[in-house]
């Protein structure tokens, strides 16, 4: 049986963003990565949609350590993924990844001090530390509600998760249901072949423009070295996400207002309230960022049409809407979300018994209690992924070199329900969330329990705060 001090499981971003951190900052660990699928990228390697892309800067959502290159900071889904390749080989890290080995079950055992870990259809692997970097959703399906009748359908049906890069929908009138991120990405870029493009939406989501390209940032490109010029653009995202991300919650009705009001300046009198006047306050809920104007240039165009209603039924032309209306459509897109789920439906246990993941509290949004030598890479509900997920490598490589130090093997945090309450995980209403309020882990009202959407708390506490505390438990 291969045995390593640490297992990082996940080859996406947060992964290979992982083994530099473990293999610069502990460089007398073993380790490796276990990828499940056939293939590194994670998201940027799954996803084949049409215009696939970030939904947030290549700066902050890049590696702090290895620059942004490309003029795109609003980038395409093969770039990111590039990026991640040439990442991984720059430092090595790629001979460090195992293909198709899908971790299906990870027991700890308070004895040895190890993981052992169930690979589908390949030998054990033990690890005394196991970090993971899986993401959150499942890769195998996203979510499709149940549509009334919808066997009677004559087009075809295709989830963006599931697409086939064969299907040729030139000339054809499409309806794309949803409203999210990947929504308002398919819409304007399929609207480029088809007839026509219907985004249909059941509530309006907050959209804001943004150029694809930041000129600041490639101005620091051509005056400063490479790194410099990174790190300054990734500062200065930081800072302009913070403060708007606090305007919003300080100040919606003013964050609301200047949103539809660039809108209106946009598509003049193809506005419609119901159609951008989400019921929800600012950052209740993800807002999605628009590169370029694209989505509102193909509105104005008339190449897009945005249709705020629910659905009656399926019927085999197309859709029937609640408020009599039919939407005509040769190809259906269900853009209608992820479905969330914990480290891969992975099964982790302690000592023999299955650990209730949702009865678990998230410390500093790094550890689980209960549940020694367990790292994971969660990243921020309202800023870039890999910011929160880079702070929480600072952590896990601290705290591995704090056990090196003090002579111990193992490192658990303790909740304490006597002290404070319990609280969701995460403050958003979107609906992914809320369907996955049963399985997600909870948060603490009070530090460190507490989980903050902020990158400055964040980078104090993970990066230069203290690893001991009243509720880890070293051994």
């Known amino acids: ?14 992964g290979v963003g992982a083994a530099y951190h473990l293999q610069s900052k502990c460089p007398n660990k073993t380790f490796t990565i276990l990828e499940g699928r056939d293939a590194m990228g994670g998201t940027w390697d799954l996803f084949k949609y049409p215009g696939i892309r970030s939904d947030s800067d290549m700066y902050t959502l890049g590696f702090p350590f290895y620059p942004w290159k490309n003029p795109k900071a609003i980038a395409d889904g093969s770039a990111i993924l590039s990026y991640i390749k040439e990442t991984a080989s720059e430092f090595g890290i790629d001979k460090k990844i195992q293909y198709n080995q899908k971790v299906v079950d990870a027991e700890w055992s308070s004895e040895d001090k190890m993981w052992t870990l169930e690979v589908e259809g390949q030998p054990q692997i033990q690890c005394n530390f196991l970090f993971m970097c899986s993401g959150y ?5 996203g979510y499709m509600p149940s549509f009334p009748n919808k066997e009677a359908f004559k087009g075809r049906v295709i989830h963006p998760q599931k697409w086939d890069t064969t299907l040729d929908y030139t000339d054809k009138n499409v309806v794309i249901i949803g409203s999210g991120a990947t929504a308002v990405t398919l819409v304007p870029e399929m609207s480029k072949k088809a007839r026509k493009v219907t985004m249909l939406q059941r509530s309006p989501t907050y959209i804001m423009n943004m ?8 101005f620091f490109k051509k005056i400063l070295p490479a790194k410099m010029a990174h790190g300054l653009s990734r ?3 930081i800072l302009f996400g913070l403060t708007f991300y606090n305007a919003s919650r300080k100040w919606p009705d003013t964050i609301r207002r200047f949103l539809k009001k660039q809108i209106k300046k946009s598509i003049g009198d193809k506005y419609k309230d119901a159609d951008f006047d989400p019921k929800y306050n600012p950052w209740d809920q993800r807002l999605c960022l628009i590169p370029d104007n694209d989505l509102l240039d193909a509105l104005r165009d008339g190449k897009v049409d945005i249709v705020t209603d629910t659905i009656e039924q399926f019927t085999p032309e197309g859709i029937q809407l609640h408020s009599g209306d039919t939407l005509n459509a040769d190809l259906i897109v269900t853009a209608t979300g992820l479905k969330m789920q914990l480290f891969g439906g992975m099964k982790i246990r302690k000592d023999g018994e299955i650990m209730d993941l949702s009865q678990q509290h998230a410390y500093r949004g790094v550890m689980l209690s209960n549940i020694p030598n367990f790292g994971i890479a969660v990243g921020y ?3 870039s992924w890999t910011l929160k997920c880079d702070l929480n490598c600072h952590f896990i490589t601290r705290i591995l070199n704090h056990m090196d130090d003090k002579n111990m093997r193992a490192c658990v945090p303790r909740f304490d329900a006597e002290k404070m309450e ?15 309020k049963n399985v997600l882990p909870k948060q603490g009202t009070k530090a460190p329990w507490k989980v903050h959407q902020n990158y400055l708390k964040d980078l104090a506490t993970l990066k230069y705060g203290s690893v001991k505390g009243e509720y880890l438990e070293y051994s």
């Open 1 to 14: 049986m291969k045995k390593y001090d640490v297992v990082i499981v996940g080859a996406g971003l947060s």
């Open 137 to 141: 959703y499942n890769y195998e399906n």
């Open 211 to 218: 150029p694809s390209e930041d000129k600041v940032a490639n």
């Open 235 to 237: 500062w200065k995202n």
């Open 381 to 383: 509900s309202n800023a």
């Open 422 to 436: 319990s609280e969701e995980l995460l403050d958003l209403t979107s609906s992914y969330v809320q369907r996955a």
